[in-house]
Structures are given as C-alpha cells and as structure tokens.
C-alpha cells in the first residue's frame, strides 16, 4: 500500500478514527494498531506477515531473556544469537542470491565451474528497517538505554505502519515511551501534519516521479543515446531526485504519525549543503546514520583508537552501510567512495586556506562535496558496475553526441526544477518551521482551501500513476 494512493486514503481514514475513538481503552487500541499495521503490511503480501511476526517473537523472547539473565557470559550469548538470527533473516532474503552468485562467478574465474541452487527469493519489503529496529531493542535492553515490554507493546512498536517499509528508523527508546502514554487529540499540531504530508506528496510524486520519468531513468537505461551535457544533467537529477523520494516519503511518514499522536525523529535537514562528507551524513537519512555510529561504528571501535585504526572502522562502517542498501557490488563501491573520502576528509588535506569558515573557502568545500555524493549516486543508481562505468565514461566521450532529447519538448523546466530543488536547501536554517508555525496560525478553513488548492497542483503536475519509493526496494 503506497501512501499517494485512494487505497490508502481511505485506510488511513479508518485507523486514525478508529485509534482515537480506542485510545482511552489502552489494551484494545493497541490490538487495533497492532491489527491495522498488518494489514497495511500484508497489502503487498500477506506472506510477509509471517516474517514480520516472526522476527518479532524471535526478538521478544530475546530481548525478554537478556533483561532478566545478570551481567555475563550467558547474557551476551542470548544477545548475540538474537541478533545472528536477525541477521540471518537480512541475509537469505537480501543476500542469498548475491552470494552465490558472487561465489559462482569467482570460482569460474579460477576454472572450477559450480552450479549451486539458485532459489527464487521475493525480497520483502522493508525487511532492512525492521530488522535494524529489532536489533537496536535488544542491543539497547543489553546495554540498559531501554527496558523489555510485553510482547503487545513490542509487536505494535516494530509494526507501526507509518515508518515500517522505509523508515525512518525509531528506536525503542524514542517510541515505546509515546505508546505509554495516552495522547491527547486537542494537542495534536494538524496544520504541521497536514503541512508535511502535503509537502512529501509534492517532493515525491511532482518533483521526483518526473525526474525520473522524464530524464533519469532515459538517461540511465541507455546513456550511449545522450550527449555529455545530458547524462550530466541526468546525474544531477537524480540527486534531486533520490531527495524528494526519500525525504518525501518520510514527511509523508512523519506527518502521519502526528496525526496519531506520535513525534518521530526528522531524517533530513538539508544535506546538498554538506561542506563535508560528515556533515553529509549528519544530514542525510540521519536516523540511520546514528544506527550505523551507535551500533556498528562504535563497537568497531570508533575514533578511540590509533588514526589509521579509525579510518578502517570507518570504511568498514560505510561499506557495510553500502551492502545494507542493496545486494550488488555498485551498493559496495557507493559505500566506499564514501568511506574513502571520509578518510581523505581526516587527512586534512582538503581545502582550507587560513579562514577554514570563511564564505569561500565552505563554498568550495560544498562544491567538492556535492560533486563526490553525486559520483557515489552514479553508482547507486546504475544497474550494474559497467553501467555505471558506461555513464561515466560519456561525460568525457559525449560531447559531439547530438542531443537526444526531443527538442519539440519544453525541455527547460528540467534544470531549472533541479536547480530550484538545490536552492531551496539554501535557505536560512529554521524556515520551514517557521513557514509551518505560520501555516498553523491561520484560520482552520483558510488551511483547508490552501492545502485542497496543493493537492490538486499536485494532481495537475504529477505524472499518471505513482512509481513506488525508491527505498521500498532496500
């Protein structure tokens, strides 16, 4: 179930009813959630239903057992089987058919030829987020940054369908304690919910479905057609638009839940103004970020060791962080220019003249930045390594190729959407808070004319139909 959808319009109507009529009746509210978060998963499969409440019982039962077992040896095995059969889980479902293949693939090579069981594996949906959910419970019950709740409670905290398919990623910690407590309707900020789905509607299904339609996905099917300036300007579109898809979804993501009466962590705050890779990643899918440094990065052993100990901790974190993405070897490559770059950042070496804050000098820093996200984002997006080398390759090669596309078509409005897409990413920090804290002091019915007014400028301007988010696929 998508969420622009009629489908979901009317779902959604239905369970925000129904959660506020239930809510002074704690017991049977959270069974209707808890009932209402499946169905919305078992939309696109009712057989994923049994992996979600698998992975649920597994680590229920887990994260029971390690908050009543004392400090020790048999608390940290509870732990880590928790966790392996979590991982198991990512792994047949994400993994299987890369592994064998890459194993396969390097054998021949070798001239040993192997024909392993290749199985048909559907990849469920969303099984990357909730999967990292659950191991952030039982990491953070091992650790005591959160306590074991009863199997209800925890089977609504993993389920919540407003952030199940693709985040953003909640911790235990930041939503069990809201499930608690019961909320009040007349505390709810509708003007910003409303004002956040709108704008997620807007991001995803105006600016990133006609990316996408109208460029990327032309561009990056068959670069060989286009010339130098077009494949550029289709890397550059696709940045723009792998950000209004995401960060689309989750203000669409956020605003529903507000309307529930639930505060989920924000997951974007400008990154294409990033004038490092790290500022990058405190800005891009932020709560993921943080999983990585809390649960992976930190373990490894973070910065606390030698420089050169460091620098691998991080490659090994943005490489892993790359392969949760996707299972192929351009996912790996994505990751490590990332970690690379990170490492050359920690150098030193870059651009900083002797006014390191200085307007140019956090310019060209910028510029670098945002050029390096954009190469990773070749990788990303390309099906395969040769493509991605193939598109390359044409920004050097491309440039006495005629322009391919149609120039009947008002082509015009595609950089200047790209660019006014970086530019509102410019404005000073806080506006859209303001923009929403104005929004909310308007009067009730002027709110309801402004955002029916938007919703049809997006009906207008939106292609036919609604391609499914990007991250839904990771």
């Not at 959407?417 to 804290?437: D, S």
């Amino acid at each position: 179930m998508l969420f622009p959808t009629i489908d979901f319009a009317v779902f959604f109507v239905v369970v925000l009813t129904g959660s506020w009529l239930l809510m002074p009746r704690r017991g049977e509210w959270k069974f209707f959630v808890l009932v209402a978060s499946y169905v919305f998963y078992g939309w696109w499969n009712p057989r994923f239903c049994l992996l979600l409440a698998g992975v649920t019982l597994v680590n229920h039962f887990g994260g029971t057992a390690v908050s009543r077992l004392p400090v020790g040896r048999a608390r940290s095995l509870v732990l880590a089987l928790t966790v392996v059969a979590d991982l198991g889980v990512l792994g047949f479902f994400k993994y299987y058919g890369f592994f064998v293949t890459s194993v396969t693939n390097s054998l021949a090579s070798i001239g040993v030829t192997v024909a392993p069981p290749l199985l048909q594996i559907v990849l469920p949906v969303g099984v990357s987020f909730f999967t990292f959910q659950a191991i952030s419970y039982v990491v953070d019950i091992h650790r005591g940054d959160t306590e074991a709740v009863p199997l209800l409670d925890f089977a609504m905290y993993l389920s919540f369908f407003p952030q199940l398919v693709a985040g953003p990623i909640v911790r235990a910690s930041e939503l069990l304690p809201q499930m608690r407590q019961r909320q009040d309707p007349r505390s709810v900020d509708a003007a910003r919910a409303f004002g956040l789905i709108t704008a997620g509607m807007f991001k995803k299904v105006v600016v990133a479905n006609l990316l996408a339609t109208e460029l990327v996905d032309r561009v990056f099917a068959n670069p060989e057609r286009f010339n130098a300036l077009e494949v550029g300007l289709a890397i550059y579109g696709y940045a723009v638009q792998i950000y209004a898809d995401f960060s689309g979804y989750t203000d669409i993501a956020i605003g529903v839940a507000l309307l529930m009466g639930f505060r989920f962590p924000d997951n974007f705050d400008r990154p294409y103004i990033a004038v490092t890779l790290q500022d990058f990643w405190r800005r891009w899918h932020m709560t993921l970020s943080r999983w990585l440094r809390d649960y992976l990065y930190i373990p490894l052993g973070g910065s606390r060791g030698t420089e050169r100990r460091t620098k691998v901790n991080l490659m090994l974190t943005m490489l892993l962080g790359g392969l949760w993405h996707g299972a192929a070897w351009n996912f790996v490559i994505w990751g490590g220019i990332h970690g690379v770059w990170q490492a050359v950042e920690r150098q030193g070496v870059l651009v900083g003249g002797h006014d390191p804050k200085g307007f140019r000098t956090r310019l060209l820093r910028g510029l670098i930045t945002f050029h390096v996200v954009c190469l990773a984002w070749v990788f990303f997006r390309a099906e395969t390594f040769t493509a991605a080398g193939t598109i390359l390759g044409r920004l050097v090669t491309g440039w006495t190729t005629p322009a391919a596309l149609d120039p009947s078509v008002p082509y015009w409005w595609l950089p200047i959407t790209i660019a006014g897409a970086l530019a509102v990413q410019f404005l000073p920090e806080g506006t859209g808070a303001r923009l929403q804290a104005g929004f909310s002091r308007v009067p009730v019915v002027a709110q309801g004319v402004a955002l029916a007014g938007a919703l049809l400028v997006i009906e207008t301007l939106g292609p036919v139909g609604v391609a499914p988010f990007i991250y839904f696929q990771f």
